[in-house]
């Protein structure tokens, strides 16, 4: 198995912007996947595939990768956005990783 | 549009048995994968294991191998998930959701709690 790492914690201020990363050598060879997850709500997936955003994903947020980092990007934070992301990835074996989650703060 | 429904809340003893459903709408059942994954108070996602409710097939965290079992039922359109031998540490929300598109988990129930108590 392995590991999916994540920062545990990030704060902005409303408006600004907020870089999620998560690593993993894994990522270089496998999608990535970001969700959403609110106290006491299901996680809601936000971009698949490293890039593509979900149907009701807002354009605010976007995925890039690069090499063994991907990154979740919100621009122009908003109150709303404060809630706990996870990164997810597969491997061919049919296995499934969660990174730890970042807590979002704005 | 696409719905997963859970079973409600549970509690157990230690050393017994739970089982969870997860009942689908909305889509062709048999189209997709059910995965299963747990998240424990104040803790983050941990992935447990999915079933193919077309062939039956499984696939379980190593964590899981020989405590879990995932069935389906296609008439009814629900997928069960049967946790054995509980201890307090998997006191957890459980979550269903329909894996197998391009967005992988991209459905998903919204929670089942277990409590292992004494």
């Known amino acids: 198995s392995y590991d999916l790492t994540q920062p545990p914690s990030v704060s902005v201020s409303p408006g600004q912007t907020a870089s999620i990363t998560c690593s993993s050598d894994s990522l270089s060879r496998q999608f990535s996947y970001w969700y959403q997850q609110k106290p006491g709500l299901a996680p809601r997936i936000l971009i698949y595939?490293?890039?593509e955003r979900a149907s009701t994903t807002p354009a605010r947020f976007s995925g890039s990768t690069a090499g063994t980092v991907v990154t979740l990007t919100i621009s122009e934070v908003q109150a709303e956005d404060e809630a706990d992301y996870y990164c997810?990835?597969?491997?061919?074996?049919?296995?499934?990783?969660f990174g730890g989650g970042t807590r979002l703060t704005v | 549009q696409a719905h997963l429904v859970q079973s409600g809340a549970e509690v157990k003893k230690p050393g017994a048995s739970v089982r969870v459903s997860c009942k689908a709408s909305g889509y062709t059942f048999t189209f997709f994968s059910i995965a299963w994954v747990r998240q424990a108070p104040g803790q983050g996602l941990e992935w447990m294991g999915w079933i193919s409710p077309s062939s039956g097939r499984v696939h379980f965290a190593q964590t899981f191998q020989g405590r879990l079992t995932l069935t389906a039922d296609t008439s009814s359109k629900s997928v069960f998930m049967n946790l054995e031998s509980l201890r307090f540490d998997d006191s957890a929300t459980y979550f269903c959701?329909?894996?197998?598109?391009?967005?992988?988990?991209?459905?998903w129930g919204p929670g089942t709690t277990v409590t292992v108590s004494s």
């Open positions: 997810l990835s597969g491997d061919s074996n049919g296995n499934w990783v």
């Open positions: 595939k490293d890039t």
């Open positions: 959701a329909r894996l197998g598109g391009e967005a992988a988990m991209d459905v």
